[in-house]
């Protein structure tokens, strides 16, 4: 297990770093492919793509046999709000790579995207409540609510990466600061966790995690962001980042990240699932992998906004 976890995770680094140098129209088609992942993950935790009927199944036996009726691949027809999902997925990378390549001046790359970003999340609601009203009494509510917080929780929040890459002049250099802050204080946090670890941040919720190892990760975090920015940005690139704000944004960042982790888990937990999904092996779905990405990457793209 342990073997396969360490393949299949450097073998995810290595895509990851050919995906992120790359840039540009590779990195906006294989996040789209991955936000795509994530959101039917979601999706299906969250038992969308179940009938009314289906909704109401308690009984561990009856659970069982409709696993087993939707395929034991982990494989499913999508049901309309699922549809809409993915669809508005794809047009809302569409939008975002018109704008920050064709739509204004390099120099001012972000200038279309907030409108990108605003458009697409009330088109993208608007659609749903199409799709609610004409399928009604197919899906209830909370399954259309559930559609739109998975939208807006996986393609929109990993796009953020996307936005962080293209959207500064340095983004080939800034980008790294989503995964220091998430895959690093993880590490970080674990170590520390590992070694001195005695008081249990969430016992109910992740009975490992330890207040020490939460305090690791941050610092850890930091330190990485300084080291990153002092030996790497500074000197290869003229970004020229204050060492002490980018202290604040990595420990930020690493808080930021843990609790996304911990949401993930949360969500788990409710729908009593073990993994989102089986694409990684080792470690799960693209969820269980980028929990903590999810939520650092719109906070790394903030706090660099007002530092450029």
Request: contains cysteine; positive net charge.
């Amino acid at each position: 297990m342990f073997r396969t976890r360490l393949l299949s995770g450097i073998l995810l680094v290595i895509i990851a770093l050919a995906t992120i140098m790359s840039g540009g129209r590779v990195l906006a088609l294989i996040l789209c492919l991955v936000s795509i992942t994530a959101y039917r993950e979601l999706t299906r935790a969250c038992g969308i793509h179940k009938r009314k009927e289906d909704q109401h199944v308690k009984h561990k036996a009856a659970k069982k046999d409709l696993e087993m009726r939707e395929g034991s691949s982990g494989s499913y027809c999508l049901s309309a709000p699922e549809w809409v999902g993915v669809i508005m997925t794809v047009l809302y990378y569409f939008l975002l790579t018109l704008a920050l390549h064709y739509g204004s001046a390099k120099e001012d790359r972000l200038e279309w995207v907030y409108p990108v970003i605003m458009i697409s999340v009330v088109l993208t609601m608007i659609a749903f409540l199409f799709t609610y009203v004409f399928t009604f009494p197919k899906y209830q509510a909370p399954q259309i609510m559930a559609a739109m917080f998975s939208w807006l929780y996986a393609p929109v929040l990993l796009s953020f990466i996307y936005l962080t890459r293209e959207g500064f002049e340095h983004g080939n250099y800034l980008v790294w600061f989503i995964f220091l802050c998430s895959w690093g204080s993880d590490t970080c946090a674990y170590a520390v966790g590992m070694l001195i670890g005695r008081h249990k941040m969430t016992p109910r919720l992740s009975p490992k995690k330890s207040v020490e190892g939460a305090i690791g990760g941050v610092a850890g975090a930091a330190l990485l962001f300084v080291l990153y920015t002092n030996f790497a940005i500074n000197r290869y690139s003229e970004a020229a980042l204050p060492l002490v704000l980018v202290a604040v944004l990595g420990a930020v960042g690493a808080l930021v990240s843990m609790v996304g982790d911990l949401a993930a888990s949360a969500v788990k937990r409710d729908y009593e699932i073990k993994d989102y999904g089986k694409l990684i092996p080792g470690h799960g779905g693209i969820m269980d992998r980028f929990d903590s990405v999810i939520i650092a990457a719109p906070l790394i793209f903030i706090g660099l906004m007002f530092m450029e």
